[in-house]
């Protein structure tokens, strides 16, 4: 997720803990309104007022970034101690109504069910605890409990309320590890099975010997350029042919051969600008396409090639008049990519033809 998604993710669970205030100060007012909170309308009013300005505050915060200076940018464990302390000042001003408001100790403890430590968990649940427990012990120390029996009760069933909540969250983060150690084993199999199908890829689309694309992947790459060309745009296309290949194989063996065929590649694509498409077409044939290419620069490119290749001295091989011929033709829009190959293949056989070694074009006249 990115930075803006999880600060929107924040800002909305705040807004969720700042309706949960709303609420509680509803209730606050309701609560005076019956005689049942002890302290007078100004308190209530200080009270609320301030409850407004630390959520205006911590909205602040959230707005303009702070937050993410954090290591929980949530600032979860603070927004609960805020809201238990909000809640312990309004238990200590209430009589009778005490018990009823106990259900917002689990709200704001359920806030942070998801997001706190099991340390910090437990932290404000013992706050919770001791904090009523003080009260309670407060009023009965100045005589001030109506019904000490019930008080009693109201802490038990705190007691035994907040226990269920530490183990349930304890139970929750558990699953939550597991869950998460889970999606990460699912991610690193994801991971490794688009690493084995890039790699399926590059042998389906790779020539084991030489490392260059295979005839069908340049059929692919071919008519996938030609697709998208644009009026005015050319292409250069050149059937080349290693000259007397089977003999080297009958002379020095495959092994030979091979050698040969890996030099070949290894020249050519030295050769080659970036963005050039070349491709072995069968044995000892292979293919090159130069996009937005002219006749001068395919030529001057074919010509550079073969002048290379002739260059050629193989380690602990005593091959020797190594020579190519090449059939050249140029691709314009809406033009048949079987037809220009026939085109380039009826060019290499003339060259072939008058005496290998040589390039040429399906443009030239065939009888200069």
């Not at 005490?98 to 404000?124: E, N």
Request: proline share 1%; with cysteine.
């Amino acid at each position: 997720m990115t930075h803006n998604a999880i600060q929107r993710l924040l800002l909305k669970r705040f807004a969720l803990a700042a309706g949960t205030y709303a609420l509680a100060l509803m209730l606050l007012w309701l609560a005076f309104f019956t005689g049942h909170y002890a302290e007078s309308l100004t308190s209530v009013v200080v009270g609320s007022a301030l409850v407004v300005t630390s959520q205006v505050v911590l909205f602040g915060v959230f707005y303009s970034g702070c937050n993410l200076r954090f290591s929980d940018p949530s600032l979860t464990e603070a927004q609960v101690l805020l809201g238990l302390g909000w809640q312990t000042w309004l238990i200590a001003h209430l009589d009778q109504a005490r018990g009823a408001f106990l259900v917002f100790y689990v709200l704001i403890l359920l806030f942070g069910l998801f997001h706190l430590s099991r340390r910090s968990f437990i932290r404000c649940a013992m706050l919770v605890f001791f904090s009523f427990s003080a009260i309670t012990l407060w009023d009965a120390y100045h005589f001030q409990l109506t019904d000490p029996a019930l008080a009693a009760l109201q802490v038990c069933v705190l007691f035994i309320v907040l226990v269920w909540l530490v183990f349930y969250a304890s139970y929750v983060q558990h699953s939550r590890q597991r869950m998460r150690q889970r999606r990460f084993a699912l991610q690193a199999h994801q991971d490794t099975l688009r690493g084995m199908m890039r790699q399926l890829e590059d042998l389906v689309a790779t020539d084991e010997l030489t490392g260059l694309f295979n005839r069908r992947h340049f059929l692919r790459l071919a008519s996938r350029e030609l697709n998208s060309m644009e009026d005015g745009v050319v292409h250069g296309l050149a059937l080349i042919d290693l000259d007397h290949f089977k003999r080297i194989n009958d002379v020095h063996g495959h092994a030979a051969g091979d050698q040969v065929l890996q030099a070949f590649a290894a020249v050519a694509t030295a050769c080659l600008r970036e963005g050039d498409v070349l491709a072995r077409y069968g044995g000892e044939e292979f293919v090159v396409l130069l996009p937005d290419c002219n006749a001068e620069r395919l030529t001057s490119c074919c010509e550079r090639l073969r002048i290379a290749f002739t260059d050629v001295e193989l380690i602990g091989l005593n091959v020797s008049h190594l020579s190519l011929s090449a059939g050249m033709t140029l691709l314009e829009l809406d033009d048949d990519l079987d037809d220009a190959l026939h085109r380039a293949d009826q060019a290499l056989y003339r060259a072939k033809r008058d005496g290998r070694n040589r390039c040429a074009a399906a443009w030239e006249n065939a009888d200069a």
